[in-house]
Every structure is written in structure tokens, then in C-alpha cells.
């Protein structure tokens, strides 16, 4: 008798559980689509802070000038909403942050509290540790929204900048999973297959993508149409020497000199703007890489643009890589065809990655 209450229990508790599951699902189902541009944040706090010391410290995150691109362009384009006057329409955005302060009597600031419990508040008042907490899907399907909340301005400035590479990941990384849902619907399988069948790494390439160059240990791929230029390079060599890593951007004058010709006019070779780039050290699926971040130009001064590129070595080949991916897009912004070619180059895999496909 008690195996079968305990059974009966299980069973409640399940159907309880599924219900939960099916109404959180149902009503996801009634959301409207999240709407507007990529790149795009909306951030629905105070005017008055906004315009203050607390609207500044967030806008030093998400709006600074991205480096390495041609023009000042920010990381994210933001757009302050009064919460007041947040509507349906608004709600409906892809990205979203609330900033909260427990400070402050105004009707905005009150009407943002409405969004907080009590026990939240409670929490916020003596725990510092809390600053942040995420949301998918809350008034639209496919938003992300970010809450903000410190008990006064300056408690959350101070958290604000201690997690700047955090709070600025967070929309990246959400950006970027956008745009692989969008971009790999069809892809380019034949061309990826030749990269793995002629020298040993994979990319994933979006549909439009060609071949314009594949030699021994260097093959250039790109996507042409009237509005933009996007292209992916890499080059391999055996791993004999860390001078690479002490100069990246000599080893890419290297290959671009010897690789990245005009066909019917030689002597124009792709080469450096001669202004400063960044590179940091980072980890690329595992692998210590050098990333730099700068602009190119034809030596005859016809073209230009910005790049990204990664320099690596892959142990299981014993080969040092240069990935690299660049666009040209004269007159137009660069930030989102850079964030494509970012998600491009993520996708690269060799030796004992590949073989794990």
C-alpha cells in the first residue's frame, strides 16, 4: 500500500511538473515575435539617471567605438525608453535592460520597482553581490532581457564597471546566436567538404560563399554582391617557430604579399593601413590564439577595409594557422558584416576538433 501512495505522489507531482511546463509553453506561444535591428539595445531606466553619472557608466560599456573598424561605430546603437512610456510595441524589442536603483522617488523610477519584488528588494538592500539577472523570452519569443537593479546609483556604477566585459558578452554572445540561426539555414557543403578534403580544417560558410584561391596550405573564400564584400582566408604552415605570435601582422604581410594578389594585376597586393591595430591574447575552442583587429588597404590605395584574425597552433597537426576575415563595404557600416565574419571564423575546426565532428 505505501509503494502504491508513493506511486500515486509521483504521478501528482509529475502532472503537476508537465502542466507547469505545457503553460509556460502556452503562453510563450501567445508572445508576439521580438522585433527591430540587430545591434540595436533598448534601455529602459530613469531619463534623469540615463542623462547622469549612472546612464554614462553604462553607455562607457555598450556605445564605446568598437576598435578596428574604419569609423566610429559603438559596440551596441542604444536608445533610452522612458518607463512611462513603455507600450506593447516597445516591449516587443530583441534586447532589452532595465536599470534599477532602489534610490529615487520619481514615477519612473517607481514604475521600474513595479518589475522587483519585495523579497527581491529586500535582498538587493543587503546582499551587494546581486547586480544582474537575465530573462529570455519575457514579452516577445527570441528577446533577451538584462536587468540591472543596485540599492543607489552609485553601488551599481561600481558593478557596472567591475563586469563591463561581461554585461557587453552577454549581447554579443546573444547577437552572434542570432545571427547562426540566420545565416546557416543553407550552407555551402560542397565548398566545406573541399577545405577538409585538401587541407584538413572545416568551415562552416553560408550560403553565396565561392572559392576564389586554393594552393597548397592557403585557400580564400568569398561573397560578392553589390553592396558588400565579405571574405575568409586561412593559411598553414608546419609549427617551427613562435615568431607568428611575437608579430602577427608581419606574418600577415607575409601571406598577403604571396597569396592575396590581383589576377590581372600582380603588383597591386592587399597590405596595412598604416594606422595602429589591437591585438590581445585570447582562447580560441581551447587554443591559446593572438587576435588582432585592424584595417587593410590595395597598395594602390583602391580599396580598404577592416579584418580580424586569429594566429593558433593546432597540436594534433603540429601546424601553426593565420585565420583571417575581412570585409569591403565602401560607404556603408561595417559592424554587423564584421560580427557575420566573426561568427564565420568561430566556426573553424583541425586535427583532433575536426575528427570529433
Given amino acids: 500500500m505505501k509503494l502504491y501512495n508513493s506511486f500515486l505522489l509521483a504521478l501528482a507531482f509529475l502532472l503537476m511538473l508537465s502542466c507547469g511546463v505545457e503553460n509556460k509553453e502556452t503562453k510563450k506561444s501567445y508572445l508576439p515575435v521580438a522585433r527591430g535591428k540587430a545591434g ?115 553601488s551599481l556604477i561600481k558593478k557596472i564597471k567591475q563586469n563591463r566585459s561581461k554585461i557587453l558578452n552577454y549581447f554579443n554572445q546573444t547577437e552572434k546566436k542570432r545571427l547562426v540561426k540566420k545565416m546557416y539555414r543553407v550552407e555551402e557543403t560542397n565548398l566545406a567538404n573541399v577545405l577538409i578534403k585538401d587541407h584538413e580544417f572545416s568551415l562552416r560558410l553560408p550560403l553565396g560563399f565561392e572559392l576564389a584561391k586554393n594552393t597548397k596550405n592557403f585557400a580564400w573564400m568569398r561573397v560578392l554582391d553589390d553592396r558588400i564584400e565579405k571574405n575568409v582566408f586561412v593559411y598553414h604552415e608546419p609549427y617551427t617557430s613562435q615568431e607568428p605570435f611575437e608579430d602577427p601582422l608581419a606574418f600577415r604581410e607575409k601571406i598577403t604579399r604571396k597569396f592575396m594578389t590581383d589576377s590581372q594585376k600582380p603588383d597591386i597586393i592587399m597590405t596595412l593601413q598604416d594606422v595602429p591595430s589591437s591585438t590581445s591574447e585570447i582562447n580560441l575552442s581551447g587554443k591559446y590564439a593572438k587576435q588582432t583587429r585592424g584595417l587593410w588597404k590595395l597598395s594602390d590605395i583602391s580599396g580598404g577595409g577592416p579584418f580580424l584574425s586569429y594566429v593558433f597552433v593546432d597540436e594534433s597537426q603540429k601546424r601553426i594557422y593565420y585565420l583571417e576575415g575581412y570585409v569591403y563595404a565602401p560607404s556603408k557600416n561595417k559592424r554587423e558584416p564584421m560580427r557575420e565574419i566573426s561568427v564565420i571564423l568561430d566556426t573553424f575546426k583541425s586535427g583532433d576538433d575536426l575528427k570529433a565532428l
Fill in 40 to 154: 540595436v539595445i533598448l534601455i529602459v531606466m530613469d531619463t534623469g539617471k540615463y542623462n547622469a553619472d549612472l546612464g554614462l557608466a553604462l553607455r562607457k560599456v555598450l556605445a564605446e567605438p568598437i576598435i578596428g573598424l574604419p569609423q566610429p561605430e559603438p559596440y551596441f546603437t542604444i536608445q533610452n525608453i522612458n518607463p512611462l512610456k513603455l507600450n506593447k510595441l516597445l516591449k516587443a524589442a530583441k534586447n532589452m535592460i532595465f536599470v534599477t536603483t532602489l534610490d529615487g522617488g520619481t514615477r519612473q523610477n517607481q514604475e521600474l520597482l513595479k518589475y522587483i519584488t519585495n523579497d527581491s528588494k529586500k535582498r538587493i538592500n543587503t546582499d551587494t553581490s546581486l547586480y544582474m539577472l537575465s530573462k529570455q523570452d519575457d514579452f516577445a519569443r527570441g528577446q533577451q532581457v538584462l536587468h540591472l537593479f543596485g540599492k543607489d546609483d552609485e
